[in-house]
């Protein structure tokens, strides 16, 4: 290997701040130039990290030739340009959540990226998570057995946005830590949410995504709740398992717990539930973020393709995008394949307060109760 990767980084906020760290403390690259459109946060950054800063990407580009790695962690509406700018300029691109705001801007990029040969990694740093990775090891293994559901929480009262919704903010990192994991992808996804605070930008969104086998996935994210969660439960046919990554310590524990399905009861006996050992996984200490820039950079200077590459990124959007039409749609599932509303074209069905059980219901889809 040669010199130091030369690493550029663009946006300084509240997370552009921990990228630069990051970056300013790892013996495997330089940051060299940093830009923020904000003078106080670039004075901050050269107080800091002794960096150069710049105003703007274009001004980085043409005054430090030398790097060939730009990490962007502005605001999402910039992703696609700079994104789009650094690609054309032939530089290593890595991209912070969500990757961009529409498939259509998702596939150009990774197209571009392709056809000049660039590295495109999108920041899904879950995946790079000691954690969601044992946890992807153990659910491989079969250990859980076969899986049947997942549900996360990413909840606090925290910072709210006014450029994006909650959804498009927290949900990236737990659809791509679900994908990762299951390494499938969802058949369809519905999503209810509501915006109290600002017109327009749901708060709180509660997204599930039906897989095949039955399989489902549900998450909980919210900026208006009293508290600080970040969990994922994993429950299989053999074994259930609990990630807590807001927890100081032992963040996973896996249960040897479950409930025998009928079809494993010899006749006439009664289904049994199990409570056994709970098992306190050893994980590495090591910050996500480092590890995801340790990729990064191994990626960079060895040619390969990132586990969280435009593919990974592009996937991720595809389920938000849907996620969004199905939201304004009031909860309608909305079809991973088609983009259509799932389950048919059916308009809501109007039923009498008496519950009428032979009306033919199709999952997901809304009932107007008639008051006669
Ligand atoms: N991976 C994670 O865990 C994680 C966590 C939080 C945020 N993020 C992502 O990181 C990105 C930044 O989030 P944040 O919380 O730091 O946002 P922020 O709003 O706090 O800061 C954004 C900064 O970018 C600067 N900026 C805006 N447009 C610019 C441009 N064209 N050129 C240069 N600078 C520009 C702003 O002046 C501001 O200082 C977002 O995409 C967000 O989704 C990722």
New binding site residues.
């Given amino acids: 290997m040669g010199a130091r990767l030369k690493v550029g980084v663009?946006?300084?906020?509240?997370?552009?701040?921990n990228?630069a760290r990051c970056l300013y403390e790892m013996p495997e690259c330089d940051l060299v130039v940093c830009?923020?459109?904000?003078e106080a946060?670039r004075s901050m950054a050269e107080r800091n990290w002794n960096v150069q800063t710049v105003?703007?990407?274009d001004e980085m580009l043409a005054q430090h030739a030398e790097i060939r790695a730009v990490v962007i962690?502005?605001?999402?509406i910039?992703?696609y340009p700079?994104a789009k700018k650094a690609l054309l300029a032939d530089k290593d691109v890595f991209v912070?959540?969500?990757f961009t705001l529409n498939v259509r801007d998702a596939e150009e990029l990774s197209a571009l990226a392709a056809a000049r040969g660039r590295i495109l990694m999108v920041?899904h740093?879950l995946e790079y998570h000691p954690a969601v990775n044992r946890i992807r090891e153990i659910i491989q293994s079969g250990d859980l057995g076969e899986i049947y559901y997942i549900y996360t929480q990413r909840v606090n009262l925290g910072?709210i946005?006014g450029d994006e919704n909650a959804l498009w903010?927290f949900a990236p990192?737990d659809l791509s830590q679900i994908l990762y994991i299951l390494g499938e992808d969802p058949v369809d996804v519905s999503a209810r949410g509501q915006s109290f605070i600002q017109d327009g930008i749901e708060d709180v969104v509660f997204l599930s995504l039906f897989f095949a086998n039955r399989r489902m996935a549900h998450i909980h994210i919210s900026w208006l709740d009293p508290h600080k969660m970040r969990s994922t439960t994993v429950v299989g046919s053999k074994k259930m398992l609990v990630f807590d990554d807001a927890a100081a310590s032992e963040k996973l524990r896996i249960y040897d717990s479950g409930a025998q399905s009928p079809a494993t009861c010899s006749y006439g006996e009664a289904i049994q539930v199990r409570f056994g050992d709970i098992q306190i996984p050893h994980l590495i200490a090591t910050e996500p973020?480092k590890l995801e820039f340790q990729h990064f950079i191994n990626c960079v200077e060895h040619r390969i393709t990132p586990r969280s590459d435009s593919q990974d990124g592009l996937r991720v959007v595809r389920i938000l995008e849907a996620a969004q039409k199905s939201l304004e749609m009031d909860g309608l599932p909305v079809s991973l394949h088609s983009g259509a509303v799932s389950k048919a074209l059916h308009p809501p069905q109007t039923i009498n307060r008496q519950w009428t059980p032979s009306l033919p219901m199709v999952p997901g889809m809304p009932v107007v109760v008639a008051h006669s």
């Fill in positions: 663009v946006g300084l906020g509240a997370w552009g701040c990228v830009s923020d459109l904000n946060r105003a703007s990407l962690s502005s605001p999402a910039t992703h700079l912070e959540k969500p920041g740093l910072r946005r903010s990192h973020l």
